[in-house]
């Protein structure tokens, strides 16, 4: 009797033990921002095939985090002045979201960002075209806001991915449009750095692979699509929207 009380106690204290060495797995609520291809307005059933339930589902599977939950804020025609606190516009969808995160304290609040593309057009989306000086001071904006509504919250932002110099449908893109949105990145990079001073560890530069992908893969990757300077290729397709989430899902998995 008294050798099965000792290895029941063994045992016991091995399985505590052994729970208490297990690392404790982070919980993360994510919010989405951006355009069409966030929202992936032209994949069927974006609500599992979108970049960010893609991302989520990454995430999920990796077995790297415990729980996962997200919102996609992506909306199509959107510019990086629709989702600025001043204009009314995305702004408040975006709060509505993370104020129902935020509430949930055993979770990280994390923002998700990849918006430049209806910025970078020629004309016809709201402010288009965007200076990037100016993309860079509307994202600050943006992002000041977020921090001071949420103080603990952690943000990523994804350079923009590749679209096709025809590109042209109700706005105009073409090689202007295209060669423009190239000279954000350099302005996410600079608006990265700032932060890491004033925010340590609260702002990454996330995705950079993505682009070179779809502008190499346009033909498998993406929508075909027909307008007033002939074929062009903007919008992932729903392989490539899979594909875009897990470029996500493995630069956040780098910086979390």
């Known amino acids: 009797m008294l050798k099965r009380l ?14 208490f060495a297990l ?20 994949v069927e ?14 995430l999920k599977d990796s077995g790297k985090f415990g729980n996962i939950q997200f919102s996609n804020q992506g909306r199509s025609g959107r510019t990086t002045l629709d989702f600025l ?15 129902a995160f935020y509430r949930d304290k055993s979770a990280t609040l994390l923002f998700s960002i990849m918006i430049g593309t209806n910025d970078s057009a020629v ?19 943006i992002a000041d806001s977020l921090f001071t509504r949420y103080p603990g919250c952690k943000m990523v932002f994804h350079q923009p991915i590749w679209y096709s110099d025809s590109t042209r449908n109700t706005s105009t893109y073409l090689v202007e449009g295209r060669k423009r949105l190239q000279s954000y990145t350099p302005q996410l ?11 340590p560890g609260q702002v990454f530069f996330g995705d950079t692979k993505a682009y070179g992908y779809f502008k190499k893969h346009y033909l498998t990757a993406m929508k075909t699509e ?9 919008h992932p397709n729903k392989e490539g929207s899979a594909k875009l989430g897990k470029f996500w899902a493995k630069a956040l998995m780098a910086v979390l």
Do not use: C, W
């Open 226 to 234: 027909k307008g007033p300077a002939g074929t062009f290729y903007l």
């Open 189 to 199: 990079k600079r608006l990265v750095e700032h932060y890491k001073a004033a925010r």
């Open 6 to 19: 000792k290895r029941s106690a063994l045992l016991a204290i091995a399985v505590a033990l052994s729970a």
């Open 85 to 99: 606190p001043l204009t009314g516009k995305m702004y408040p969808n975006v709060i509505t979201a993370a104020d």
């Open 123 to 141: 004309k016809g989306p709201n402010g288009a075209p965007v200076s990037a000086e100016n993309y860079q001071k509307n994202l600050m904006e």
């Open 23 to 42: 690392p404790k797995k982070e919980n993360y609520s994510l919010v989405f921002i951006g355009d069409s291809i966030t929202q992936a307005n032209a």
């Open 45 to 58: 059933n974006n609500a599992v095939n979108s970049p960010p339930a893609q991302a989520a589902a990454f």
